[in-house]
């Protein structure tokens, strides 16, 4: 959970988020992104030990982050965003 916490925190950070709610504090949202990640990572190492705990978080991490857009896209994009991109 915190790895998929952390990829909303980073990709609502981002200049072309999709998450157009969160884009108000980006350092904010950087800086617990990173906290969300190391957490992430303490608890896979707790539970699977050094080499599988990392890339068990990793895995976690990108699926996560793999999936920002597309969530976004499905549930993070208002109405006026939409007509003001589409033109």
């Known amino acids: 959970m915190a790895a998929a916490l952390s990829a909303a925190a980073l990709y609502?950070?981002?200049?072309h988020s999709g998450w157009t709610r969160l884009r108000g504090?980006?350092?904010l949202a950087r800086v617990?992104?990173?906290v969300l990640a190391l957490l992430s990572l303490l608890a896979w190492l707790g539970?699977?030990?050094g080499?599988?705990?990392l890339c068990a978080m990793l895995v976690s991490w990108m699926l996560a982050l793999v999936a920002q857009p597309y969530l976004a896209l499905l549930f993070g994009?208002?109405?006026a965003t939409?007509?003001?991109?589409t033109g």
């Open 25 to 27: 504090h980006p350092r």
């Open 12 to 15: 609502a950070a981002a200049p």
């Open 51 to 53: 080499a599988a705990g």
């Open 47 to 49: 539970v699977s030990g």
């Open 82 to 85: 939409s007509a003001r991109e």
């Open 32 to 34: 617990a992104g990173w």
């Open 77 to 79: 994009a208002t109405a």
